[in-house]
């Protein structure tokens, strides 16, 4: 017995612990924290560009106050604004190599954790686990057997829970309705009847042996039950209360039958099944007739 979840089978994978080893590696590798010393480096040439930016500012301001004093050259007051301009691109543009490094990082960092997890995901897939509380029937794989995902590697059922899965004619299947009562005999419980009742109609048609699959479930199931059990149902499509009825080996050409005298009487017929046959009229229940 198992649960939901229990692992069951471990598939042999030595790739898959190598590659989340692997995007372990690259994670930590890849995260911020462990990148820090190449911001900080930006970040000290981001302080050094603003105090450069802020003295050539200065000087430049100083320049242009005393060239409103008409002292020192136009040449001088252009290279002091020339080296304020320089100063002030290369803080701007040390600012936007500290952001967009970052920005790379936290990228990074994102992408190798997702890679991680993809990669420990894809690493769990080899524990095969269970998908419901059930018995476990079979185990259909050997240790060492190669397995693919099209190959079935065990057979889980609810152990409590059985569904009859019937074919039925397509000669019949116009008169066969959800909820409508079966009678289900089994080669496992010689002489006893159970009742079941119709849950699911497949639609599809089987074109080899032009049948229609049912499923139903016992209303009154026997105490033990196995997987692939065979079983024969009657589907109740009429019922009909005091009718008389004959064994339908004693119908004659379908609508006659033999008297004690030996001689054909012809009835009508209603409700058939395998089994028996309904008389409506032609004989009473004190006739006595023969099996021809």
């Not at 003295?55 to 409103?68: E, F, G, I, T």
């Not at 993809?118 to 259909?140: M, P, Q």
Request: zero cysteines.
């Amino acid at each position: 017995m198992v649960k939901k979840g229990d692992p069951l089978i471990v598939l042999v994978n030595e790739a898959s612990k190598l590659n989340v080893e692997n995007a372990k590696l690259a994670a930590d590798y890849a995260d911020v924290n462990s990148n820090r010393d190449r911001l900080n480096e930006l970040n000290i040439n981001i302080d050094l560009a603003r105090s450069k930016m802020s003295n050539d500012s200065l000087l430049a301001v100083r320049q242009q106050s005393l060239w409103s004093q008409q002292i020192g050259t136009r040449v001088e007051l252009e290279q002091r604004e020339l080296a304020y301009k320089n100063s002030k691109t290369a803080f701007e543009a040390s600012v936007l190599r500290y952001n967009d490094l970052k920005k790379q990082l936290n990228f990074s960092s994102l992408q190798s954790h997702k890679n991680f997890e993809i990669s420990n995901t894809l690493a769990r897939d080899y524990t095969i686990k269970s998908e419901v509380n059930g018995r476990v029937y079979s185990i259909l794989k050997e240790q060492g057997e190669i397995v693919s995902p099209q190959s079935p590697v065990a057979i889980i059922g609810d152990a409590g829970n059985f569904i009859l899965e019937l074919q039925v004619d397509e000669f019949d299947i116009a008169k066969i309705r959800i909820g409508q009562k079966i009678m289900v005999t089994m080669d496992s419980y010689k002489g006893q009847v159970f009742e079941a009742g119709i849950q699911k109609i497949d639609p599809i048609m089987n074109d080899r042996s032009r049948s229609f699959t049912i499923e139903a479930a016992f209303v009154s199931k026997p105490p033990t039950l196995y997987p692939n059990l065979t079983a024969e149902a009657n589907i109740i499509i009429q019922t009909k209360e005091k009718a008389l009825t004959i064994p339908r080996g004693f119908l004659a050409e379908d609508d006659y039958v033999i008297n004690e005298n030996n001689q054909k009487k012809k009835v009508v017929t209603g409700l058939k099944d395998y089994q028996k046959v309904e008389i409506l009229s032609g004989i009473t229940s004190k006739d006595v007739i023969l099996k021809p």
